[in-house]
């Protein structure tokens, strides 16, 4: 009985680094939930710090990986991990009163991905222009209320001013904090993307 021998071709060093940066993005985004302040509006999703781990995913991790993150952690939460606020989990909350802002994550971390690294190659985010790094996140709040409002029109028929008051106006000053954090986070130097 002859044994056959076959070389096995190692993953790529970036690839499992970017993998662990993406799973660790994921998993303190799902550990941000523990700060969640309620909103007392009908169907508003409650204030939590994932939206600053979403700008985090797509300029640090890039548009891909970013991406990635944001759906690891979409899946955790899916089949069973409390992650999503209020430390809730399952499917049904992907379908529930929040989906339109869990669904927009990925998209918005692909959006500030490829905004600031212009493209999927990292880029070094200190010398990134500082315009550019604000346009990408206000983009990225754009696309994370936009969609999240409009669903909330579509799944409570609200008309559109409504959904914007509900969904959109409580949750703006915040978005400006986080948007600074997120900033003052990449410019700081202590986290930069694989490769920079």
Known sequence: MATER???????????????????LAALMGASVLVT????ISGAPPIT????????????????WGTMSILLYLAAGAV????????????????????????AYPVAAAVTGLVVHRGTTL????????????VALVMATIVIYGMGAA?????F????????????????????????????IVRSGQITPVGT
């Not at 994932?50 to 890039?62: E, R, S």
């Not at 069973?80 to 669904?103: H, K, N, R």
């Open 151 to 155: 669903y909330l029109a579509w799944l």
């Open 80 to 103: 069973g991990v409390p992650v999503f606020a209020g430390m809730e989990s399952g499917f049904g909350i992907l379908v529930g009163d929040t989906a339109g802002y869990l669904w």
């Open 6 to 24: 076959n070389s096995v071709e190692l993953v790529d060093d970036t690839v499992v680094r970017q993998f662990a940066r993406a799973a660790m």
């Open 49 to 64: 710090l994932q939206v600053l781990f979403v700008f985090l995913a797509g300029l640090v991790l890039g548009p891909v």
């Open 123 to 134: 880029r070094d985010l200190r010398t990134a222009p500082f315009p550019i790094v604000v």
């Open 37 to 40: 302040i309620p909103v007392p």
């Open 157 to 184: 028929e609200l008309a559109p001013w409504a959904a914007i008051t509900a969904g959109v106006l409580p949750y703006v000053p915040g978005e400006i904090l986080k948007m600074a954090a997120a900033i003052a």
